[in-house]
């Protein structure tokens, strides 16, 4: 004897069990502890001053009992290696939330026949239970930006276009840009692409803060989405 999608939905509903959480929990499932200790290291990596750095390893090469001399010296050269270290760490931060979700799967710095996308992602069948997910279709492109300054226009109006080569109508936007509410040229600028078909869901430090308290991930992304749907004041990164 079979027993039917439906009717165990509804046997479960009556019986006091939240289904949209349970869906969640099992679609999206985070290392918080993990996602903690990056959040910590890229806290860490990015106060470090790289002024001091280098003027430490000059000194170091100074010293006639240095037994193994810094090759990067060079304060330019330093702040370069600061740099790539953020944005390996980022990178690990983003790919830990996907790895996370059984809605879909990700491969990371595709080469197409016309840029690199930073992550595709490929949806599942499971993805139809999640407004956003089901929107988009077959898939969704991920880009990252990983940087100190403010969120900027110029990113946005970017992955329109890289959307717009890879037959994409929506995509994620990872920042690692200071946490704030953005203003109403943000917020009016994602509308005004949504409202022509492409949806780009900002995703920032905050939102990853929440999920590393034990919010889960595609409850905070379908937030969102409906933060840019709707230009809520209130959306932030």
């Known amino acids: 004897m079979t027993y039917p999608m439906l009717d165990m939905l509804k046997d479960m509903a009556s019986g006091g069990v939240p289904l949209d959480e349970k869906i969640l929990a099992y679609l999206s499932v985070t290392d918080t502890r993990r996602l903690k200790q990056l959040l910590g290291r890229l806290e860490y990596v990015r106060d470090m001053d790289v002024k001091a750095i280098a003027a430490a390893r000059a000194a170091y090469n100074a010293d006639p009992a240095a037994r193994r001399p810094h090759i990067i010296v060079k304060q330019k ?5 600061k740099s790539r270290m953020v944005g390996a760490l980022f990178e690990k931060i983003v790919q830990l939330l996907c790895d996370g979700c059984e809605a879909f799967t990700t491969v990371t710095n ?3 026949s016309t840029a690199e996308v930073d992550v595709l992602i490929e949806l599942g069948p499971t ?3 999640i407004p956003m997910l089901r929107a988009a279709g077959s898939h969704m492109l991920g880009e990252a930006k990983c940087y100190t300054v403010g969120m900027k226009t110029e990113w946005v109006n ?3 276009g890289i959307m717009n080569q890879h037959n994409c109508d929506h995509s994620v936007l990872f920042v690692a840009s200071p946490s704030k509410t953005l203003n109403i040229a943000h917020r009016h600028g994602l509308q005004l692409h949504a409202k022509d078909g492409k949806m780009i869901v900002p995703f920032g430090l905050k939102q990853l803060s929440e999920i590393a308290n034990g919010s889960n991930f595609l409850s905070v992304l379908s937030r969102q989405y409906v933060s840019v749907k709707t230009g809520a004041t209130t959306l932030a990164i």
């Not at 050269?77 to 290696?81: D, I, K, T």
């Open 110 to 112: 595709v080469r197409t």
């Open 158 to 160: 970017e992955l329109v």
């Open 77 to 81: 050269a330093v702040e370069g290696e």
């Open 127 to 129: 993805a139809a239970l």
